[in-house]
C-alpha cells in the first residue's frame, strides 16, 4: 500500500490495514487493502477501532481496543447477515507479538462474559488494561 510509506509506515505484504488518528484535530483517515470482503470487513472494523478516540499510550491496549471494536462490529455483520458474511468471519490476528497478543487478551475478557462494545468503552476509559491484566 503506497500510503503506508507516504505517512511514515515501513510496508509489508501482510499488512491488510492502516489507520490515521488525528487525536481529535482533523479528519481520520483508515486504509484499507483490497481482499475478500470477510477480510476487508474485518480490516475494516478494526482500523475504525483505532480511529474512534484517541491512541493510548500502551501499544497492546490500542491494539486491543480495536480488537474489541471489531469484535462487536463482527457480531453485528453475524447478526445481521450483512452481505451473507455471518459465515465466512473468521478474525485472525497477525502473529507479531502485538497483534496476537492483544487479540489473546481481548478474548480472555469477553469469554468472562464482558460484552465486546462495553470492552471497547472500558479500554479508552482507561479502566481496563493489559498491564494489570484487565
Not at 45 to 67: W, Y
Not at 94 to 100: I, K, P, S, T, V
Request: hydrophobic share 40%; aromatic share 8%; glycine share 12%.
Amino acid at each position: 500500500m503506497k500510503a503506508h510509506g507516504e505517512h511514515g509506515g515501513n510496508y509489508s505484504p501482510g499488512i491488510l490495514g492502516f489507520s490515521l488518528n488525528s487525536q481529535g484535530v482533523g479528519v481520520n483517515k483508515v486504509f484499507v487493502k483490497q481482499d475478500n470482503l470477510d477480510r476487508m470487513m474485518l480490516t475494516i472494523g478494526h482500523e475504525i477501532g483505532h480511529v474512534m478516540s484517541k491512541s493510548l499510550s500502551n501499544p497492546t491496549d490500542e491494539e486491543a481496543k480495536a480488537f474489541a471494536f471489531s469484535i462487536a462490529w463482527m457480531e453485528k455483520i453475524i447478526e445481521k447477515n450483512i452481505a451473507g458474511l455471518s459465515k465466512c468471519i473468521h478474525p485472525t490476528p497477525a502473529e507479531n507479538g502485538l497483534h496476537n497478543v492483544a487479540f489473546d487478551f481481548v478474548g480472555k475478557i469477553l469469554r468472562r462474559g464482558s460484552n465486546a462494545f462495553e470492552l471497547f468503552k472500558e479500554l479508552v476509559r482507561g479502566n481496563v488494561s493489559i498491564i494489570y491484566g484487565g
